[in-house]
């Protein structure tokens, strides 16, 4: 039941560098879409969100970009810092029925 | 205002054993959705409920269960563990409104021994 796919589990990328996270998804129904961030020990915490009107948005250094054709979205980091080392997690959500599914995650480490 | 809580943070159990978890909300919030968390299989949608009412179910077996109180609190109940039911387990709120985030507990970490 993987409607949610983050097929890289793991990233590392040099500070100050752009860091490019992928999630495909299946589920058409999916309209709205989400980036999770997760340190050990806590909750995921929200981080930037897309409607599936739009192709883009932006919040500061973290992009969102999103292919409807292709059913492929992408958080972009710019530039990345150390603090932002953390698991990051994709969301999809089908808003009709609030159905919001997850992928397996991609841990991201950013090198000083 | 007051975050996303879940109790307890740690417990261990053993196997053939029932364990309940809960999560109280954020104030005003009605929907409330758990997941499991394993390593290598991220964050597995368990059920979502709204008003006191299942709305959304994912793919576990009926040993796992949950209710949601009119005051929005929910639990989770799991019986016969199993060893494969070690994780972390995850609650998130949210009003259920569309295009709005959910927001997430710090999770309650069940080892079945």
């Known amino acids: 039941d993987q409607q949610v796919k983050q097929n890289s589990p793991s990233l590392s990328v040099q500070e100050g560098r752009i860091s490019i996270l992928n999630c495909d998804y299946t589920?058409?129904?999916?309209?709205?879409f989400l980036w999770y961030k997760k340190y050990p020990a806590e909750g995921p915490t929200f981080l930037i969100s897309i409607s599936s009107i739009k192709d883009k948005n932006e919040d500061g250094r973290f992009t969102v970009f999103l292919n409807k054709s292709a059913k492929h979205l992408s958080l972009h980091i710019v530039p990345s810092q150390p603090g932002d080392s953390a698991v990051y997690f994709c969301?999809?959500?089908?808003?009709?029925?609030?159905?919001?599914?997850f992928g397996a995650g991609t841990r991201l480490t950013v090198k000083p | 205002k007051a975050g996303v809580t879940q109790t307890p943070r740690y417990l261990i159990k053993t196997r053939g054993q029932q364990v309940t978890l809960s999560c109280s909300p954020i104030s005003g919030h009605r929907s409330v959705s758990w997941y499991q968390q394993t390593p290598g299989q991220g964050l597995q949608f368990l059920f979502e409920y709204f008003s006191e009412t299942q709305r959304n179910k994912g793919n576990f077996p009926g040993r796992f269960s949950g209710r949601q109180f009119s005051n929005s609190r929910s639990e989770m109940n799991v019986s016969t563990l199993e060893l494969g039911d070690s994780a972390l387990y995850l609650c998130?709120?949210?009003?259920?409104?569309?295009?709005?985030?959910?927001?997430f507990g710090q999770g309650t970490r069940l080892t079945v021994v």
């Open positions: 589920n058409s129904m999916f309209d709205y």
């Open positions: 998130a709120s949210s009003t259920g409104q569309a295009y709005t985030e959910a927001f």
């Open positions: 969301a999809a959500s089908a808003t009709y029925n609030n159905d919001m599914r």
